[in-house]
């Protein structure tokens, strides 16, 4: 007869008891098949259990294979083939415990917002809205490319703020612009050469290189990417940041749009990718209109995102497709799902049109345009003749250039320390230049006003240690 311990305290039902212990009895080839197993009264009278308990387990244990009943004669265990780990059990290992993210008591990072000025409220009316009027729609799976109203909402809009023209059946809503990147690769550019600004943003380089398809890395000057220098690369598609360079953040003029253009007229299968991550600050004289409106030859992959203007981790970005790639597109790219989720979708839908959205857009150019001027001038303050500030006309992030012998390891060291969030341009580089003074990227969205003064300082403390 079997003896199961059962546990008197009851930390499980009985019930679950013999199951458990049957199952790793067979699973470990301790009870071998065909073995009849006892009737549910004898084993019930020898573990002093009921027989609903064993006649629980036996149930569960037939319904999961474990063992078979052959009329008016009892229970039997199958045939299994016992699993036995081949190696020692094995913890995680200490450096892949993870923690929770470093707080940090300033943070100059170039990927943050100020959340905090956030209209949640009216998020969550405009949730409840769409929720009254299309929560219906949540009952199935969506269109692939996003839900229609979004995208037709959307062509009207960057036709008007960005000069974008085109249908909403061109319009691929994605969780990430690395993710329609990546989707764009998979279906129209599976074995094309790409070309990177260097620097740029590391997390499409990134994404080029673990697929391991060729990139080549273009430098950039304070115009943008030298288009004679990708001239000399076999790259039919180029990634480019024109609204405001990442990380440099130059905005790039007509004359190198148009001869980025010409580059890719040359070629059928050549064209361009626009990275409009975050065009819609711009601080000094109108919006600049984006190098997909002067575009005649559907040569333009647009991609635009909501990370910067609403809120990173809404996950919301867009690409718009050239007329022709959609066919392609609708071929294989259909086969691929929706990445958002399609409440969110809805409710962006909502905030787009009851205005909240233009709305929480103007207040938050003011806000940053004031952020960015002080932050500059405490920076001018503080480190004097001994910085440069280069690239601060649109966008959320800046350069700054220093002017001293400090290698940029100590000072991103002295920052951690000191916990302060802060890059440098090496993070977007292919090849880190090495002899170099240092330059870092200067994110003002999240520093509070009030601040910005200390925050300043402390930069000033871990770039000059020793004044
Ligand atoms: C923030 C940012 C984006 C947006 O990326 P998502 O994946 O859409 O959040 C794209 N490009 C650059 C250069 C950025 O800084």
């Known amino acids: 007869m079997f003896h199961i311990p059962i546990d008197r305290n009851y930390s499980s039902p009985v019930y679950k008891q013999i199951y458990h212990w049957m199952k790793n009895e067979i699973l470990q080839g301790g009870l071998e098949a065909r073995t009849k197993l006892p009737s549910k009264r004898t084993l019930a009278s020898s573990l002093g259990v009921s027989q609903n308990s064993v006649l629980s387990a036996y149930h569960q244990l037939i319904a999961e294979g474990y063992i078979y009943t052959k009329e008016r004669s009892g229970y039997f265990v199958e045939p299994i083939q016992p699993i036995r780990p081949q190696k020692e059990q094995k913890e995680l290992d200490a450096h892949l415990i993870e923690k929770p993210p470093k707080a940090y008591r300033y943070s100059f990072s170039h990927m943050g917002v100020e959340a905090s000025l956030f209209p949640f409220q009216r998020w969550q009316y405009c949730e409840q809205k769409a929720i009254q009027k299309e929560g219906d729609i949540l009952s199935d799976i969506n269109h692939p490319q996003g839900i229609y109203k979004l995208r037709e909402i959307l062509a009207s809009k960057i036709r008007h703020t960005r000069g974008v023209i085109c249908e909403p059946e061109q319009i691929v809503i994605g969780a990430s612009t690395q993710w329609l990147l990546q989707l764009f690769l998979l279906v129209n550019a599976e074995d094309q050469p790409f070309a ?88 000094e004289g109108d919006m600049i209109p984006s190098l997909q409106s002067l575009d005649v030859n559907e040569k333009v992959i647009y ?4 990370s910067k203007s609403l809120l990173p981790d809404l996950r919301m970005s867009y690409m718009v497709l050239p007329l022709g790639l959609i066919n392609g597109f609708k ?16 409710v962006l ?24 001027e002080k932050t500059i001038a405490a920076l001018q303050d503080r480190f004097g003749s001994l910085t440069r500030v280069e690239g601060e006309k649109a966008g959320l992030h800046f350069l700054l250039h220093l002017d001293t012998e400090e290698a940029i390891e100590r000072i991103l060291e002295r920052a951690d320390r000191m916990d302060i969030e802060l890059y440098s341009i090496q993070r977007f580089l292919h090849e880190p230049f090495r002899d170099a003074s240092p330059t870092l990227i ?19 403390r871990c770039c000059f240690p020793d004044s």
């Open 442 to 460: 200067i994110g003002f969205a999240k520093l509070k006003p009030e601040e910005i003064t200390e925050a300043v300082e402390e930069l000033y």
């Open 196 to 283: 990177m600004e260097e620097p740029g943003y590391h997390r499409l380089s990134a994404l080029l290189k673990t697929m391991d398809h060729p990139v080549d890395h273009v430098p950039v000057d304070h115009l943008g990417m030298q288009v004679d220098k990708l001239r000399e690369t076999q790259a039919n598609i180029a990634i480019v940041t024109p609204s405001h360079q990442m990380p440099t953040g130059s905005i790039m003029p007509v004359s190198r749009r148009t001869e980025l253009l010409h580059w890719s007229y040359e070629k059928e299968n050549r064209y361009i990718i626009e990275d409009d991550y975050d065009s819609e600050f711009k601080y």
């Open 349 to 372: 839908s909502q905030f787009l049109e009851t205005g909240d959205y233009d709305k929480h857009i103007k207040r938050m150019s003011n806000y940053y345009k004031d952020l960015r």
């Open 331 to 346: 071929e294989k790219g259909l086969h691929f799902m929706q990445t958002t989720s399609v409440l969110t979708q809805l």
């Open 303 to 306: 991609i635009g995102s909501f």
